[in-house]
C-alpha cells in the first residue's frame, strides 16, 4: 500500500506498536505548525488502513492491550480506540473514547505512555505520572528522587507496583506502590528508553553510547565502543537485545553489541524500537522496519509501505 494511502502526506511516525496479526497502530504528528498542531492516528493490517485526528493535540507515544490502543497527547489527552476486530473506518471513529487531564496540561508536557499490567501509565515533564483508572486520569506519585524536577522519558514494569522510569537526567527510579526510589545506575547520562527483559531485568538506553543491564541495586553497562553514539530506543526478542540510534541498530547477544546489518540504512529514520510477536518494530518519521533475529526488514519508506 501507499504511504498517502495511510496517513497525511506530512505525517510524521512519533511512535508506533506493533499488534496481533501483523497489525500496527501509529501516532503521527502532521505538519510542523505549532499554533495549528494537527495529527493522524492511524490502524493499519492485512489490506485494512484507516486513520483520523484529533485537532489541537501533538501525539507522541502509543501502546495497546489485547483490544484496545490508547494515544497519548503532549497535553496530557489520552485517546482510547479499539483496534481487534475492526474493519472500517466508521468502526474505528465509533470505537473513540477521549480522557483530559487538565493537570498534565498545567504541569508541563508528557512523552511515553506504556500499557502495564493492563493499565495505560503516562509520564512527562517534572516528574508526572498518570494512569488511566475507572475511565480517567488518575495522578500516582511523582518521581521526586532528584533535587530537581526531573523529565522522564519512557517507563516500564511488570505491575502497577514494580515499575521503573528512566528521565534525561540520567535517574532510573523503581515505584513499590507507595514511593519512588533511586535506583543509582552507573552512569548519569540523559536515559531515553527502558524495556523490561523476560529474565526479569530491564535494558537502558541512553545518550553517550549508554547501554544497561540490571534491576534493583545491581546494573552493569554493556561497552558499546563508541562513547558519542546516542541510543534513542531500546527493545528486547527472542533472547536478544536492541539499541537503537539515528544510524542503525545494534543487537546484544549476551556476549556483545554489534551492528545489525541494515541494507539502505543512511536513507532510513532510526531511532525508536517496540517489540512484537514476531520480532522488534522500528518506528521512525517516515521509516517502518521489522527485525527478526539480525534480519531487518523495511516495511515503510518514504512513499510506500508493504506490511509483511
Same mark, same amino acid.
Not at 531487518?296 to 519508506?301: E, I, N, P, Q
Given at each position: 500500500? $501507499? ?69 497519548? *497527547? ?49 509520564? *512527562? ?27 522522564? $522519558? ?35 547520562? $540523559? ?110 519508506? *518514504? ?6
Amino acid at each position: 500500500m $501507499k504511504l498517502e494511502a495511510v496517513l497525511s502526506p506530512e505525517a510524521f511516525i512519533q511512535e508506533g506498536v506493533a499488534l496481533a496479526d501483523g497489525c500496527v497502530a501509529l501516532a503521527c504528528t502532521v505538519g510542523d505548525d505549532d499554533d495549528r498542531q494537527r495529527n493522524d492516528l492511524a490502524l493499519v493490517g492485512d489490506g485494512f488502513a484507516a486513520r483520523f485526528g484529533i485537532s489541537g493535540e501533538a501525539f507522541v507515544s502509543i501502546d495497546a492491550d489485547h483490544e484496545n490502543a490508547y494515544a497519548l *497527547g503532549e497535553r496530557g489527552v489520552v485517546v482510547q480506540f479499539r483496534w481487534r476486530g475492526v474493519d472500517s473506518l466508521e468502526g474505528l471513529k465509533a470505537s473513540r473514547k477521549l480522557y483530559r487531564n487538565p493537570a498534565a496540561a498545567e504541569r508541563g508536557p508528557l512523552r511515553r505512555l506504556r500499557v502495564i499490567d493492563g493499565t495505560p501509565v503516562c509520564v *512527562g515533564a517534572f516528574g508526572q505520572v498518570y494512569a488511566l483508572r475507572r475511565g480517567a486520569l488518575e495522578a500516582m506519585p511523582f518521581v521526586d528522587v532528584y533535587p530537581d524536577a526531573v523529565t522522564l $522519558k519512557d517507563i516500564a514494569g511488570a505491575r502497577l507496583d514494580d515499575m521503573v522510569a528512566v528521565s534525561q537526567h540520567g535517574v532510573a527510579a523503581h515505584f513499590d506502590g507507595h514511593a519512588w526510589r533511586d535506583l543509582a545506575v552507573p552512569d548519569n547520562a $540523559k536515559l531515553s528508553s527502558i524495556a523490561l527483559l523476560d529474565d526479569g531485568r530491564y535494558a537502558i538506553a541512553g545518550a553517550g553510547g549508554v547501554v544497561l543491564l540490571g534491576a534493583g541495586a545491581r546494573w552493569e553497562r554493556l561497552d558499546v565502543g563508541d562513547p558519542e553514539r546516542d541510543y534513542y530506543g531500546v527493545a528486547a526478542h527472542g533472547g536478544l537485545i536492541y539499541a537503537a540510534h539515528l544510524g542503525g541498530v545494534d543487537v546484544y547477544d549476551g556476549q556483545r553489541l554489534e551492528p545489525l546489518p541494515i541494507d539502505g540504512e543512511g536513507d532510513l529514520e532510526l531511532a525508536f524500537l517496540r517489540p512484537g510477536e514476531s520480532g522488534v518494530w522500528s518506528f521512525c518519521g517516515t521509516t517502518i522496519g521489522h527485525i527478526h533475529g539480525r534480519s531487518w526488514t523495511t516495511v515503510l519508506s *518514504g512513499a510506500s509501505a508493504a506490511l509483511p
